[in-house]
Nanobody, 124 residues
Framework: QVRLVESGGGLVQAGGSLRLSCAASGQSFSSYTMSWFRQAPGKEREFVAA????????NYADSVKGRFTISRDFAKNTVYLQMNSLKPEDTAVYYC?????????????????WGQGTQVTVSS
């Protein structure tokens, strides 16, 4: 069993930055692919970024490439999402998710564990 707790959301002006954190409890953190998804009001949940259990593989949605960076701290069992050059269209609830295999990471249907989400609001 893995419990995921996100933090770091908030209100920021366009062009600003935020860093989201996702603390994982339970064993074998390094065994899990860790990903970030987001869901804006009235829209479906969408993939943002993923990092493999070893940290060697990374994937980003085209909409965030060059602006967002996903990273892992294995000592702290935490995954981060550094978000720079934020835009109003980045406004959403951001969710952390975990699964074993680094396969089809963009699909939200095959993740085993989810956090409760953290709100990010970008004002224009």
């Amino acid at each position: 069993q893995v419990r995921l707790v996100e933090s770091g959301g908030g209100l920021v002006q366009a062009g600003g930055s935020l860093r989201l954190s996702c603390a994982a409890s339970g064993q074998s953190f390094s065994s899990y692919t860790m990903s970030w998804f987001r869901q804006a009001p009235g829209k479906e949940r969408e993939f943002v970024a993923a990092k493999s259990g070893s940290g060697g593989s990374t994937n980003y949605a085209d909409s965030v490439k060059g602006r967002f960076t996903i990273s892992r701290d294995f000592a702290k069992n935490t995954v981060y999402l550094q978000m720079n050059s934020l835009k109003p269209e980045d406004t959403a609830v951001y969710y952390c998710a975990a699964k074993f295999l680094y396969f089809r990471v963009e699909a939200d249907t095959n993740y085993d564990y989810w956090g409760q989400g953290t709100q990010v609001t970008v004002s224009s």
